[in-house]
Protein backbone atom coordinates (compact mmCIF):
# COMPACT_ATOMS: atom_id res chain seq x y z
CA UNK A 1 0.00 0.00 0.00
CA UNK A 2 0.97 3.48 -0.72
CA UNK A 3 1.44 5.25 3.13
CA UNK A 4 3.34 8.48 0.49
CA UNK A 5 0.34 10.25 1.29
CA UNK A 6 -0.57 9.76 4.27
CA UNK A 7 0.65 12.92 6.14
CA UNK A 8 -0.88 15.04 8.95
CA UNK A 9 -3.49 17.37 7.89
CA UNK A 10 -1.42 20.94 9.78
CA UNK A 11 -3.68 23.19 7.73
CA UNK A 12 -6.25 22.46 10.32
CA UNK A 13 -3.59 24.60 12.74
CA UNK A 14 -3.03 26.99 10.19
CA UNK A 15 -4.61 26.96 6.81
CA UNK A 16 -1.58 29.07 5.50
CA UNK A 17 1.60 30.45 6.54
CA UNK A 18 0.46 34.25 6.89
CA UNK A 19 -2.34 33.34 9.01
CA UNK A 20 0.91 31.80 11.43
CA UNK A 21 2.43 35.08 11.14
CA UNK A 22 -0.33 37.17 12.15
CA UNK A 23 -0.17 35.14 15.47
CA UNK A 24 3.25 35.34 15.52
CA UNK A 25 3.16 39.19 15.73
CA UNK A 26 0.25 39.04 18.49
CA UNK A 27 2.61 37.39 20.98
CA UNK A 28 4.29 40.61 21.89
CA UNK A 29 1.44 42.21 22.12
CA UNK A 30 0.27 39.33 24.88
CA UNK A 31 3.16 39.76 26.68
CA UNK A 32 3.10 43.30 27.03
CA UNK A 33 -0.16 42.82 28.48
CA UNK A 34 0.70 40.48 30.66
CA UNK A 35 3.79 42.11 32.10
CA UNK A 36 1.54 45.30 32.75
CA UNK A 37 -0.11 43.46 36.26
CA UNK A 38 3.50 43.44 37.61
CA UNK A 39 3.67 45.03 40.85
CA UNK A 40 -0.09 44.95 40.70
CA UNK A 41 -0.86 41.34 41.87
CA UNK A 42 -1.59 41.94 45.79
CA UNK A 43 -4.32 44.38 44.90
CA UNK A 44 -7.29 42.13 44.60
CA UNK A 45 -8.41 38.79 44.00
CA UNK A 46 -10.01 40.16 40.11
CA UNK A 47 -6.68 41.69 39.10
CA UNK A 48 -4.95 38.56 40.54
CA UNK A 49 -7.45 36.75 38.06
CA UNK A 50 -6.81 39.03 35.47
CA UNK A 51 -2.99 38.53 35.36
CA UNK A 52 -3.22 34.82 35.35
CA UNK A 53 -6.02 35.01 32.33
CA UNK A 54 -3.25 36.92 30.28
CA UNK A 55 -0.44 34.61 31.51
CA UNK A 56 -2.50 31.70 30.07
CA UNK A 57 -3.70 33.79 27.07
CA UNK A 58 -0.12 34.38 26.21
CA UNK A 59 0.83 31.21 26.87
CA UNK A 60 -1.69 29.08 25.17
CA UNK A 61 -1.08 31.52 21.87
CA UNK A 62 3.04 31.09 22.05
CA UNK A 63 1.96 26.91 22.53
CA UNK A 64 0.26 27.12 19.05
CA UNK A 65 2.37 29.27 17.29
CA UNK A 66 5.73 27.41 18.68
CA UNK A 67 3.68 23.94 17.16
CA UNK A 68 2.80 24.54 14.00
CA UNK A 69 6.78 25.85 13.54
CA UNK A 70 8.25 22.93 14.71
CA UNK A 71 5.06 20.19 13.11
CA UNK A 72 6.26 21.66 9.88
CA UNK A 73 10.22 21.84 10.92
CA UNK A 74 9.91 18.05 11.60
CA UNK A 75 8.15 17.11 7.77
CA UNK A 76 11.24 18.12 6.46
CA UNK A 77 14.19 19.92 9.02
CA UNK A 78 16.12 20.77 5.34
CA UNK A 79 13.41 22.38 4.47
CA UNK A 80 15.31 26.83 4.92
CA UNK A 81 11.49 28.01 5.72
CA UNK A 82 10.86 25.78 8.06
CA UNK A 83 14.12 26.27 10.01
CA UNK A 84 13.82 30.12 9.67
CA UNK A 85 10.38 29.74 11.39
CA UNK A 86 11.77 27.67 14.09
CA UNK A 87 14.54 30.09 14.82
CA UNK A 88 12.18 32.94 15.37
CA UNK A 89 10.23 31.76 17.98
CA UNK A 90 12.95 30.50 19.72
CA UNK A 91 14.81 33.95 19.57
CA UNK A 92 11.61 36.08 20.03
CA UNK A 93 10.59 33.21 23.33
CA UNK A 94 14.19 34.30 24.73
CA UNK A 95 13.59 38.04 23.99
CA UNK A 96 10.50 37.40 26.03
CA UNK A 97 11.41 35.24 28.85
CA UNK A 98 12.36 38.05 31.16
CA UNK A 99 8.85 39.49 30.87
CA UNK A 100 7.41 35.98 32.73
CA UNK A 101 10.24 35.50 35.70
CA UNK A 102 8.56 37.92 37.87
CA UNK A 103 5.24 36.23 37.98
CA UNK A 104 5.23 33.35 40.59
CA UNK A 105 7.93 35.49 42.92
CA UNK A 106 5.12 38.22 43.03
CA UNK A 107 2.27 35.87 43.94
CA UNK A 108 4.66 34.18 46.55
CA UNK A 109 5.01 37.76 48.09
CA UNK A 110 1.47 38.38 48.67
CA UNK A 111 1.40 38.05 52.90
CA UNK A 112 0.09 35.02 53.96
CA UNK A 113 -3.22 36.52 55.17
CA UNK A 114 -4.15 38.46 52.85
CA UNK A 115 -3.24 35.66 50.09
CA UNK A 116 -5.91 33.30 52.61
CA UNK A 117 -8.46 35.64 51.42
CA UNK A 118 -7.89 36.10 48.09
CA UNK A 119 -7.99 32.06 47.84
CA UNK A 120 -11.38 32.29 49.66
CA UNK A 121 -13.05 34.50 47.32
CA UNK A 122 -15.15 33.45 44.37
CA UNK A 123 -13.00 35.41 41.82
CA UNK A 124 -10.35 32.62 42.30
CA UNK A 125 -12.67 29.74 42.53
CA UNK A 126 -11.04 28.14 39.65
CA UNK A 127 -7.63 29.05 40.11
CA UNK A 128 -7.53 27.99 43.73
CA UNK A 129 -5.52 25.14 42.58
CA UNK A 130 -2.88 25.74 41.13
CA UNK A 131 -2.40 29.09 43.16
CA UNK A 132 -2.08 26.77 46.20
CA UNK A 133 0.14 24.26 44.41
CA UNK A 134 2.55 27.55 43.83
CA UNK A 135 2.73 28.09 47.69
CA UNK A 136 3.49 24.60 48.34
CA UNK A 137 6.65 26.37 47.12
CA UNK A 138 6.88 28.85 49.34
CA UNK A 139 8.76 27.51 52.42
CA UNK A 140 11.09 26.27 49.86
CA UNK A 141 11.70 29.57 48.25
CA UNK A 142 14.19 32.09 49.39
CA UNK A 143 14.36 36.12 49.59
CA UNK A 144 14.52 37.82 46.40
CA UNK A 145 18.52 38.25 46.93
CA UNK A 146 19.35 34.90 47.80
CA UNK A 147 17.25 33.87 44.79
CA UNK A 148 19.29 36.05 42.36
CA UNK A 149 22.45 34.90 44.35
CA UNK A 150 21.50 31.06 43.22
CA UNK A 151 20.12 32.31 39.84
CA UNK A 152 23.90 33.94 39.14
CA UNK A 153 25.29 30.67 39.93
CA UNK A 154 22.95 28.06 38.15
CA UNK A 155 25.10 27.87 35.32
CA UNK A 156 28.09 27.08 37.12
CA UNK A 157 26.28 24.86 39.12
CA UNK A 158 25.04 22.53 35.57
CA UNK A 159 28.83 22.48 34.94
CA UNK A 160 29.10 18.80 35.86
CA UNK A 161 26.53 17.76 33.86
CA UNK A 162 27.83 19.60 30.67
CA UNK A 163 31.49 18.13 31.44
CA UNK A 164 29.49 14.28 31.59
CA UNK A 165 27.88 15.15 28.98
CA UNK A 166 30.86 16.46 26.29
CA UNK A 167 32.79 13.54 27.78
CA UNK A 168 30.40 10.76 26.98
CA UNK A 169 28.74 12.49 23.91
CA UNK A 170 31.38 14.15 22.01
CA UNK A 171 34.77 13.04 23.26
CA UNK A 172 35.30 9.38 24.41
CA UNK A 173 36.43 7.03 21.74
CA UNK A 174 35.45 3.84 22.05
CA UNK A 175 37.67 2.93 19.05
CA UNK A 176 37.07 -0.59 16.85
CA UNK A 177 35.26 -3.67 17.18
CA UNK A 178 34.60 -6.80 14.95
CA UNK A 179 31.42 -7.36 13.93
CA UNK A 180 29.99 -11.06 13.11
CA UNK A 181 31.22 -11.26 9.74
CA UNK A 182 34.77 -10.03 11.00
CA UNK A 183 34.56 -6.37 9.32
CA UNK A 184 36.09 -3.49 11.60
CA UNK A 185 33.21 -1.04 12.81
CA UNK A 186 33.74 2.15 14.82
CA UNK A 187 31.82 1.29 18.19
CA UNK A 188 29.79 4.58 19.16
CA UNK A 189 26.26 4.49 22.10
CA UNK A 190 24.37 4.16 18.89
CA UNK A 191 25.50 0.94 17.78
CA UNK A 192 26.38 -0.54 20.90
CA UNK A 193 22.59 -1.67 21.63
CA UNK A 194 23.04 -3.36 18.24
CA UNK A 195 26.14 -5.32 18.73
CA UNK A 196 24.13 -6.70 22.25
CA UNK A 197 21.39 -7.49 20.15
CA UNK A 198 23.55 -9.75 17.87
CA UNK A 199 22.78 -13.00 18.13
CA UNK A 200 26.30 -14.31 18.33
CA UNK A 201 28.00 -14.43 21.84
CA UNK A 202 31.62 -13.49 20.98
CA UNK A 203 30.77 -10.34 19.14
CA UNK A 204 28.24 -9.49 22.18
CA UNK A 205 31.32 -9.88 24.35
CA UNK A 206 33.70 -8.30 22.04
CA UNK A 207 31.42 -4.78 22.16
CA UNK A 208 30.52 -5.43 25.85
CA UNK A 209 34.21 -5.39 27.02
CA UNK A 210 35.31 -2.94 24.64
CA UNK A 211 33.22 -0.12 25.56
CA UNK A 212 33.20 -0.94 29.81
CA UNK A 213 37.04 -0.90 29.22
CA UNK A 214 37.01 2.76 27.76
CA UNK A 215 34.61 3.89 30.67
CA UNK A 216 37.40 2.43 32.80
CA UNK A 217 40.27 4.35 31.56
CA UNK A 218 38.14 7.34 32.58
CA UNK A 219 35.97 6.10 35.79
CA UNK A 220 37.65 8.82 38.30
CA UNK A 221 36.95 11.69 35.91
CA UNK A 222 33.22 10.30 35.28
CA UNK A 223 32.61 9.66 39.22
CA UNK A 224 33.28 13.17 39.80
CA UNK A 225 31.15 14.72 37.32
CA UNK A 226 28.29 12.67 39.04
CA UNK A 227 29.96 13.46 42.79
CA UNK A 228 29.66 17.18 41.87
CA UNK A 229 25.87 16.43 40.82
CA UNK A 230 24.90 14.83 43.63
CA UNK A 231 26.78 17.00 45.72
CA UNK A 232 24.59 19.66 44.13
CA UNK A 233 21.13 18.14 44.48
CA UNK A 234 21.88 17.71 48.23
CA UNK A 235 22.91 21.50 48.65
CA UNK A 236 20.36 22.64 46.42
CA UNK A 237 17.65 20.58 48.91
CA UNK A 238 19.46 21.41 51.82
CA UNK A 239 19.42 25.56 50.85
CA UNK A 240 15.77 25.12 50.10
CA UNK A 241 15.05 23.76 53.58
CA UNK A 242 14.17 20.15 51.92
CA UNK A 243 14.94 17.29 54.14
CA UNK A 244 16.78 15.36 51.72
CA UNK A 245 17.59 15.41 48.05
CA UNK A 246 14.66 12.82 47.35
CA UNK A 247 12.16 15.12 49.41
CA UNK A 248 13.29 17.77 46.87
CA UNK A 249 13.03 15.86 43.79
CA UNK A 250 9.72 14.52 44.23
CA UNK A 251 7.91 17.67 45.83
CA UNK A 252 6.62 19.09 42.43
CA UNK A 253 4.67 15.78 41.81
CA UNK A 254 3.65 16.05 45.37
CA UNK A 255 4.18 12.74 45.65
CA UNK A 256 5.62 11.23 49.10
CA UNK A 257 8.72 9.36 49.49
CA UNK A 258 6.84 6.54 50.97
CA UNK A 259 5.94 5.71 46.80
CA UNK A 260 9.58 5.86 46.13
CA UNK A 261 10.79 3.73 48.76
CA UNK A 262 7.23 1.20 48.37
CA UNK A 263 8.51 0.85 44.41
CA UNK A 264 11.91 -0.38 46.18
CA UNK A 265 10.69 -2.79 48.47
CA UNK A 266 7.65 -3.96 46.17
CA UNK A 267 10.55 -5.31 43.81
CA UNK A 268 12.35 -6.75 46.24
CA UNK A 269 9.79 -8.54 46.95
CA UNK A 270 9.21 -9.72 43.40
CA UNK A 271 12.89 -11.22 42.77
CA UNK A 272 11.69 -14.50 42.05
CA UNK A 273 10.00 -14.15 38.54
CA UNK A 274 12.50 -12.34 37.42
CA UNK A 275 15.55 -15.05 38.72
CA UNK A 276 12.64 -17.60 37.09
CA UNK A 277 13.05 -15.20 33.53
CA UNK A 278 17.00 -14.82 34.02
CA UNK A 279 16.72 -18.81 34.62
CA UNK A 280 14.69 -19.59 31.25
CA UNK A 281 16.68 -17.14 29.30
CA UNK A 282 19.70 -18.92 30.01
CA UNK A 283 18.25 -22.81 29.03
CA UNK A 284 17.21 -21.01 25.70
CA UNK A 285 20.53 -20.13 25.24
CA UNK A 286 22.54 -23.00 26.20
CA UNK A 287 24.44 -21.67 28.78
CA UNK A 288 25.52 -22.52 32.40
CA UNK A 289 25.63 -18.94 33.52
CA UNK A 290 24.59 -15.82 31.85
CA UNK A 291 26.62 -13.08 31.32
CA UNK A 292 25.32 -9.21 31.47
CA UNK A 293 26.07 -9.05 27.19
CA UNK A 294 23.08 -11.91 27.45
CA UNK A 295 20.44 -9.71 27.87
CA UNK A 296 19.44 -7.92 24.95
CA UNK A 297 19.94 -10.35 22.33
CA UNK A 298 16.14 -12.60 21.08
CA UNK A 299 15.50 -15.58 22.94
CA UNK A 300 13.34 -16.10 19.62
CA UNK A 301 13.75 -16.07 16.19
CA UNK A 302 12.37 -11.84 15.20
CA UNK A 303 8.94 -11.59 13.87
CA UNK A 304 9.96 -10.64 10.03
CA UNK A 305 6.04 -10.26 9.14
CA UNK A 306 5.38 -7.16 7.42
CA UNK A 307 2.09 -5.04 8.22
CA UNK A 308 0.50 -2.26 6.09
CA UNK A 309 -0.54 0.40 7.66
CA UNK A 310 -3.97 -0.33 7.19
CA UNK A 311 -3.58 -3.53 9.22
CA UNK A 312 -1.83 -1.41 11.78
CA UNK A 313 -4.93 0.38 12.14
CA UNK A 314 -7.51 -2.43 12.32
CA UNK A 315 -5.13 -4.38 14.54
CA UNK A 316 -5.08 -1.14 17.06
CA UNK A 317 -8.46 -0.58 16.49
CA UNK A 318 -9.48 -3.72 17.57
CA UNK A 319 -7.08 -4.13 20.32
CA UNK A 320 -8.28 -1.13 22.26
CA UNK A 321 -11.91 -1.49 21.80
CA UNK A 322 -11.86 -2.73 25.67
CA UNK A 323 -12.25 1.19 26.21
CA UNK A 324 -15.50 1.10 24.45
CA UNK A 325 -17.66 3.14 21.85
CA UNK A 326 -16.90 6.48 22.72
CA UNK A 327 -13.04 6.03 22.74
CA UNK A 328 -13.67 3.71 19.55
CA UNK A 329 -15.06 7.10 17.93
CA UNK A 330 -12.74 9.52 18.62
CA UNK A 331 -9.91 7.30 17.79
CA UNK A 332 -11.54 7.17 14.23
CA UNK A 333 -10.80 10.75 14.25
CA UNK A 334 -7.19 10.38 14.06
CA UNK A 335 -7.55 8.75 10.97
CA UNK A 336 -10.35 10.48 9.42
CA UNK A 337 -9.06 13.67 10.13
CA UNK A 338 -5.32 12.58 9.53
CA UNK A 339 -3.49 13.72 12.60
CA UNK A 340 -0.95 11.17 11.91
CA UNK A 341 2.26 11.63 9.70
CA UNK A 342 2.94 8.17 8.87
CA UNK A 343 5.35 7.60 6.45
CA UNK A 344 9.47 7.91 6.57
CA UNK A 345 11.08 10.95 4.04
CA UNK A 346 14.30 12.06 3.03
CA UNK A 347 14.77 15.46 5.66
CA UNK A 348 12.00 14.08 8.11
CA UNK A 349 12.86 13.92 11.78
CA UNK A 350 13.51 10.21 12.63
CA UNK A 351 11.64 8.52 15.79
CA UNK A 352 7.98 8.77 16.74
CA UNK A 353 6.09 11.12 18.81
CA UNK A 354 2.97 12.56 19.79
CA UNK A 355 2.53 15.93 19.59
CA UNK A 356 1.03 19.60 19.69
CA UNK A 357 -0.76 22.10 22.00
CA UNK A 358 -4.54 22.88 23.16
CA UNK A 359 -5.37 24.20 19.90
CA UNK A 360 -4.43 21.54 17.76
CA UNK A 361 -4.91 18.08 16.87
CA UNK A 362 -3.13 16.00 19.40
CA UNK A 363 -0.92 14.61 16.16
CA UNK A 364 1.88 12.17 15.83
CA UNK A 365 5.06 11.52 14.21
CA UNK A 366 5.27 7.92 12.81
CA UNK A 367 8.72 6.50 10.74
CA UNK A 368 6.22 3.82 9.35
CA UNK A 369 8.18 1.28 8.17
CA UNK A 370 5.90 -1.93 8.27
CA UNK A 371 7.30 -3.78 11.28
CA UNK A 372 5.69 -5.23 14.35
CA UNK A 373 7.16 -3.01 16.44
CA UNK A 374 6.19 0.19 13.93
CA UNK A 375 2.35 -1.23 14.93
CA UNK A 376 3.09 -0.87 18.71
CA UNK A 377 4.36 2.35 18.02
CA UNK A 378 1.00 3.48 16.37
CA UNK A 379 -1.08 2.02 19.92
CA UNK A 380 1.43 3.69 22.05
CA UNK A 381 1.85 7.12 20.22
CA UNK A 382 -2.08 7.27 20.37
CA UNK A 383 -2.13 6.94 23.53
CA UNK A 384 -0.10 10.08 24.66
CA UNK A 385 -2.78 11.85 21.93
CA UNK A 386 -5.90 10.22 23.07
CA UNK A 387 -4.79 10.67 26.31
CA UNK A 388 -4.18 14.50 25.82
CA UNK A 389 -7.58 14.32 23.49
CA UNK A 390 -9.42 13.69 25.95
CA UNK A 391 -7.92 15.94 28.64
CA UNK A 392 -7.92 19.14 26.11
CA UNK A 393 -11.66 18.61 25.58
CA UNK A 394 -12.60 18.04 29.27
CA UNK A 395 -10.38 20.73 31.22
CA UNK A 396 -9.85 24.39 30.57
CA UNK A 397 -6.32 25.43 29.34
CA UNK A 398 -5.29 26.15 32.44
CA UNK A 399 -5.34 22.54 34.12
CA UNK A 400 -5.11 20.52 30.70
CA UNK A 401 -1.49 19.96 30.24
CA UNK A 402 -1.13 16.45 32.19
CA UNK A 403 2.29 15.64 34.42
CA UNK A 404 5.41 13.52 33.19
CA UNK A 405 4.56 11.65 36.44
CA UNK A 406 1.24 9.94 34.12
CA UNK A 407 2.14 10.68 30.84
CA UNK A 408 3.23 7.35 29.95
CA UNK A 409 0.37 5.66 31.82
CA UNK A 410 -2.13 5.96 28.80
CA UNK A 411 0.51 5.04 26.37
CA UNK A 412 1.76 2.00 28.30
CA UNK A 413 -1.62 0.54 28.55
CA UNK A 414 -2.50 0.94 25.19
CA UNK A 415 0.53 -1.37 24.30
CA UNK A 416 -0.12 -3.95 26.55
CA UNK A 417 -3.60 -4.19 25.10
CA UNK A 418 -2.19 -4.51 21.62
CA UNK A 419 -0.02 -7.23 23.50
CA UNK A 420 -3.06 -8.83 24.93
CA UNK A 421 -5.02 -8.43 21.75
CA UNK A 422 -1.75 -10.10 19.51
CA UNK A 423 -1.16 -12.90 21.83
CA UNK A 424 -5.21 -13.76 22.32
CA UNK A 425 -5.59 -14.51 17.99
CA UNK A 426 -1.93 -15.76 17.19
CA UNK A 427 -2.39 -19.29 16.42
CA UNK A 428 1.25 -19.45 15.31
CA UNK A 429 3.08 -20.73 19.08
CA UNK A 430 6.12 -19.08 17.82
CA UNK A 431 4.54 -15.76 17.27
CA UNK A 432 2.76 -16.58 20.46
CA UNK A 433 6.31 -16.94 22.16
CA UNK A 434 7.71 -14.50 20.44
CA UNK A 435 5.26 -11.86 21.75
CA UNK A 436 5.80 -12.91 25.48
CA UNK A 437 9.04 -12.62 25.44
CA UNK A 438 9.45 -9.63 24.20
CA UNK A 439 6.70 -8.37 26.69
CA UNK A 440 8.55 -9.77 29.60
CA UNK A 441 11.53 -7.62 28.03
CA UNK A 442 9.39 -4.25 28.21
CA UNK A 443 8.32 -5.15 32.06
CA UNK A 444 12.14 -6.55 32.41
CA UNK A 445 13.74 -3.31 31.37
CA UNK A 446 11.19 -0.67 32.46
CA UNK A 447 10.06 -2.41 35.91
CA UNK A 448 13.34 -4.13 37.11
CA UNK A 449 15.81 -2.53 35.39
CA UNK A 450 14.50 1.52 36.37
CA UNK A 451 13.95 0.44 40.13
CA UNK A 452 17.64 -0.89 39.83
CA UNK A 453 18.66 2.59 38.67
CA UNK A 454 16.05 4.36 41.21
CA UNK A 455 17.86 2.25 44.29
CA UNK A 456 20.85 3.26 43.33
CA UNK A 457 20.43 6.64 43.04
CA UNK A 458 18.84 6.96 46.73
CA UNK A 459 21.90 5.18 47.60
CA UNK A 460 24.12 8.14 46.11
CA UNK A 461 22.51 10.71 47.64
CA UNK A 462 21.86 9.00 50.81
CA UNK A 463 25.51 8.14 50.95
CA UNK A 464 26.54 12.05 49.82
CA UNK A 465 24.73 13.66 52.09
CA UNK A 466 26.19 11.41 54.75
CA UNK A 467 29.08 12.87 53.58
CA UNK A 468 30.82 10.20 52.08
CA UNK A 469 32.87 10.92 48.74
CA UNK A 470 31.77 9.23 45.60
CA UNK A 471 34.37 7.77 44.36
CA UNK A 472 34.56 5.42 41.55
CA UNK A 473 35.29 3.06 44.05
CA UNK A 474 32.28 3.20 45.50
CA UNK A 475 30.38 4.05 42.84
CA UNK A 476 31.30 0.60 41.86
CA UNK A 477 31.51 -1.96 44.75
CA UNK A 478 27.84 -0.07 45.13
CA UNK A 479 26.69 -0.77 41.52
CA UNK A 480 27.85 -4.22 41.20
CA UNK A 481 26.40 -5.07 44.21
CA UNK A 482 22.64 -3.81 43.06
CA UNK A 483 23.33 -5.34 39.97
CA UNK A 484 24.22 -9.22 41.36
CA UNK A 485 21.10 -8.38 44.11
CA UNK A 486 18.62 -7.51 41.11
CA UNK A 487 20.10 -10.24 38.19
CA UNK A 488 20.36 -13.15 40.56
CA UNK A 489 21.83 -16.73 41.01
CA UNK A 490 21.88 -17.39 37.18
CA UNK A 491 23.88 -14.42 35.98
CA UNK A 492 27.49 -14.45 36.68
CA UNK A 493 28.52 -10.98 35.47
CA UNK A 494 32.02 -9.73 34.14
CA UNK A 495 32.85 -7.05 36.71
CA UNK A 496 33.08 -4.93 34.07
CA UNK A 497 29.53 -4.17 34.89
CA UNK A 498 30.31 -2.56 37.70
CA UNK A 499 31.24 0.57 35.58
CA UNK A 500 27.70 0.94 33.85
CA UNK A 501 27.19 3.72 36.14
CA UNK A 502 29.63 5.72 34.34
CA UNK A 503 27.50 6.15 30.99
CA UNK A 504 23.95 6.86 32.60
CA UNK A 505 22.80 10.15 31.48
CA UNK A 506 19.68 9.60 34.08
CA UNK A 507 21.70 9.88 37.23
CA UNK A 508 22.31 13.35 36.20
CA UNK A 509 18.23 14.02 35.98
CA UNK A 510 17.93 13.50 40.18
CA UNK A 511 15.02 10.89 40.95
CA UNK A 512 13.43 10.78 37.26
CA UNK A 513 13.47 7.13 36.39
CA UNK A 514 11.32 5.60 39.05
CA UNK A 515 8.10 7.17 37.10
CA UNK A 516 9.01 5.11 34.68
CA UNK A 517 8.48 1.89 36.79
CA UNK A 518 5.47 3.02 38.69
CA UNK A 519 4.38 4.54 35.01
CA UNK A 520 4.30 0.35 33.68
CA UNK A 521 3.00 -1.01 37.20
CA UNK A 522 0.06 1.44 36.99
CA UNK A 523 -0.48 0.48 33.08
CA UNK A 524 -0.52 -3.02 33.60
CA UNK A 525 -3.20 -2.64 36.43
CA UNK A 526 -4.76 -0.49 34.04
CA UNK A 527 -5.09 -3.02 31.20
CA UNK A 528 -6.17 -5.82 33.16
CA UNK A 529 -9.42 -3.98 34.68
CA UNK A 530 -10.19 -2.72 30.85
CA UNK A 531 -9.88 -6.21 29.55
CA UNK A 532 -12.27 -7.47 32.58
CA UNK A 533 -14.72 -5.29 30.88
CA UNK A 534 -16.14 -3.85 34.10
CA UNK A 535 -18.30 -1.08 33.30
CA UNK A 536 -16.93 0.91 37.03
CA UNK A 537 -13.59 0.33 35.83
CA UNK A 538 -13.34 1.79 32.70
CA UNK A 539 -15.49 4.93 33.68
CA UNK A 540 -12.62 5.28 36.47
CA UNK A 541 -10.21 5.35 33.60
CA UNK A 542 -11.92 7.56 31.66
CA UNK A 543 -11.67 10.06 34.69
CA UNK A 544 -7.67 9.34 34.12
CA UNK A 545 -7.85 10.80 30.51
CA UNK A 546 -9.89 13.32 31.21
CA UNK A 547 -7.75 14.65 34.50
CA UNK A 548 -5.47 16.88 32.55
CA UNK A 549 -3.29 18.23 35.33
CA UNK A 550 -6.71 19.26 37.64
CA UNK A 551 -5.81 17.09 40.66
CA UNK A 552 -2.24 15.70 41.84
CA UNK A 553 -1.21 12.74 40.11
CA UNK A 554 -1.19 10.37 43.00
CA UNK A 555 -4.92 11.39 42.99
CA UNK A 556 -5.23 10.91 39.86
CA UNK A 557 -4.43 7.65 39.76
CA UNK A 558 -6.41 6.44 42.73
CA UNK A 559 -9.31 7.64 41.74
CA UNK A 560 -8.26 5.75 38.60
CA UNK A 561 -8.04 2.56 41.00
CA UNK A 562 -4.19 2.68 40.92
CA UNK A 563 -2.89 3.50 44.41
CA UNK A 564 0.57 3.88 44.66
CA UNK A 565 0.95 5.17 48.06
CA UNK A 566 0.61 1.56 48.51
CA UNK A 567 2.97 -1.30 47.40
CA UNK A 568 0.26 -3.36 45.97
CA UNK A 569 0.21 -2.21 42.08
CA UNK A 570 3.98 -2.83 41.40
CA UNK A 571 3.29 -6.47 43.32
CA UNK A 572 0.72 -6.97 41.04
CA UNK A 573 2.36 -5.80 38.18
CA UNK A 574 5.31 -8.35 39.00
CA UNK A 575 2.99 -10.79 39.77
CA UNK A 576 1.22 -10.47 35.83
CA UNK A 577 5.09 -10.71 34.77
CA UNK A 578 5.26 -14.48 36.47
CA UNK A 579 2.68 -15.23 34.70
CA UNK A 580 3.65 -14.13 31.28
CA UNK A 581 7.14 -16.24 32.52
CA UNK A 582 4.87 -19.11 33.20
CA UNK A 583 3.64 -18.36 30.02
CA UNK A 584 6.66 -17.97 27.95
CA UNK A 585 8.04 -21.60 30.08
CA UNK A 586 5.07 -23.35 28.81
CA UNK A 587 4.95 -22.35 24.82
CA UNK A 588 8.88 -22.81 24.70
CA UNK A 589 7.83 -26.24 26.19
CA UNK A 590 10.09 -25.77 29.19
ZN1 LIG B 1 5.68 7.60 25.25
Known amino acids: MDTSQMTWDLEALYPDAEAWERDFERIPG ?62 RFAELAP ?22 SPELAFYRRSLEELLRERPHTLSEPEERLLGSLSDVMGAPDRTFEMLNDADLDFGRVKDEKGRSVVLTHGNFRRFLESGD ?94 MYNPLLPACRREYSFAEAERLVKAALAPLGEDYAQKLSLAFTQRWIDVPARKGKRSGAYSGGCYDSYPYVLLNYDSTLNDVFTLAHELGHSMHSFYSNSSQEYHYAD ?69 SADWLSERYFELNKLYYGPEVEPDPLISLEWARIPHFYYDFYVYKYATGMSAALKLAAGLR ?19 KDVLDIMRDAGVDLATPEPVGDALDYFAGIVGRLRRELGK
Open 30 to 91: LAEKFASFRGRLGESPAVLRQAIEASDAFDRLSEKVYSYAHLRSDENTADNANRARVDRVQS
Open 99 to 120: LETWFDPEIMAIPEERMNAFLA
Open 201 to 294: RATRKRAFRRLYKCYGKLRNTFASTLDATVKRHAAQARIRHYDSSLAAALSGDNVPEQVYRNLISAVHGGFGPFYDYMKLRREVMGLDKLDMYD
Open 402 to 470: YEIFVAEVASTTNEILLFEYLLENASDPGFRAFLLGHLADEIRGTIYRQTMFSEFELDMHEASEKGTPL
Open 532 to 550: SGDAAGREAYFGFLRAGDS
